[in-house]
DNA sequence: TCCTTCGCGCTCTGGATCAG
DNA sequence: CTGATCCAGAGCGCGAAGGA
C-alpha cells in the first residue's frame, strides 16, 4: 500500500464515529488471530476472556500468578537479552519459573506476587522479623499441600520450597505499584528459614525500596549471587534466632 | 493483633493398581 | 502384557482459621 493511501485511511479513521470504528475493527477482527491461543483452544480471544470472567475468584486468583510470570517474560527477560542473558528456560515443571543464561552461567528463577489481603498489598509492622515497621511480604510456598518420602522413607511435606531449588527470587510489585513489569528480587539462598530442614519459610519480608537485601535491578541480584556471599534478609538478632532453629 | 498454616477451583500428569 | 481407571501431587494466590 502506497503511504499515502495509509495516511488517507488513518485520516478517514479519526473522522469515523465509535459505532463505524467498532464495525471496522470488527470487521479486521474477523480474520486477524491476536494471540495463538485462539489456536491452541479453538476459541476466540473474546471467549477466553469471557471465560476468565466468568470464573470463580479462586481460578482468577491462579490467573493473576501467571499473569506475573508472563509479565516477567514479556517485560523483564527482552530487556536482560540486551544486556547479554538469554532464556534458556526448560521444557517441563521444575521449582523455578525461568532459567537465564550469560556468559558465566545460569540462574534459575521464581517468580510470586507480593502477598495481598482484599484487595491491598500486606504491610507488616515489622515487629515479627526485627525489621522497621513498614515491610511488605511474599508468601514463598507452592499452592497445594502434599507429601513425598525421603530417602530415608521419612514422610515431609512438598508444599515448601527449599534452599538450592531456584537461585533468585522476583517479587512482582504490582499489588502496590499497579505495574506488572516492576519486580523485586532476592536470593533464594538468603530467604529465612522454615521449621522443617532446608526448607525456606513460607512468610517473607519484603523492603519497601530497594536496600542490601532487595535490589530492582537483576543484573545487581545476580551480582549477589554470583559473589557466593551467605546472609539472611535482615540482620538482627530474632533473624539469627531463625537461624538458630535450622 | 499479627503471624503462620491450610485449603480451595480447575486442570494436567505420572505412578499405582486392577481387569482382561 | 496391555489398556483402563483411579488418585495424589502440582501449577497459581488469597481468605480465613488457628496459634502465639
Not at 488513518?10 to 465509535?18: D, R, T, V
Not at 514479556?74 to 530487556?79: F, K
Not at 528456560?89 to 506476587?113: E, M, S, Y
Not at 530497594?210 to 549471587?225: I, K, M, Q, R, S
Request: glycine letters at 8%.
Amino acid at each position: 500500500m502506497a503511504e499515502s493511501t495509509f495516511a488517507t485511511i488513518q485520516h478517514l479513521l479519526a473522522e469515523c464515529s465509535e459505532d463505524e470504528r467498532h464495525a471496522l475493527f470488527q470487521a479486521l477482527r474477523a480474520d486477524h488471530q491476536i494471540h495463538q491461543l485462539e489456536q491452541t483452544f479453538g476459541a476466540r480471544a473474546e471467549v477466553i476472556l469471557e471465560a476468565i470472567h466468568r470464573a470463580p475468584e479462586l481460578t482468577r486468583r491462579m490467573l493473576r500468578g501467571v499473569i506475573a510470570d508472563a509479565a516477567f517474560a514479556q517485560s523483564v527477560v527482552p530487556a536482560l537479552a540486551q544486556r547479554g542473558w538469554r532464556d534458556d528456560t526448560p521444557d517441563g515443571n521444575h521449582a523455578f519459573d525461568h532459567r537465564l543464561r550469560d556468559t558465566v552461567g545460569a540462574v534459575t528463577v521464581q517468580v510470586k506476587l507480593q502477598r495481598s489481603e482484599r484487595g491491598q498489598p500486606v504491610v507488616t509492622n515489622g515487629r515479627r522479623f526485627g525489621l522497621a515497621a513498614g515491610m511488605y511480604m511474599v508468601e514463598p510456598q507452592r499452592t497445594r499441600t502434599g507429601k513425598s518420602l525421603d530417602g530415608n522413607g521419612e514422610e515431609t511435606k512438598t508444599r515448601p520450597y527449599r534452599y538450592g531449588e531456584f537461585d533468585i527470587l522476583a517479587v512482582s510489585l504490582q499489588p502496590s505499584c499497579g505495574d506488572w513489569g516492576a519486580f523485586r528480587y532476592t536470593l533464594g539462598n538468603w530467604l529465612l528459614p522454615g521449621a522443617g530442614p532446608n526448607e525456606i519459610a513460607t512468610y517473607q519480608p519484603v523492603a519497601m525500596r530497594p536496600n542490601e537485601d532487595w535490589t530492582d535491578d537483576f543484573d545487581v541480584a545476580a551480582g549477589w549471587l554470583r559473589a557466593g556471599m551467605v546472609k539472611r534478609i535482615g540482620n538482627t538478632n530474632q533473624v539469627e534466632d531463625l537461624l538458630s532453629r535450622q
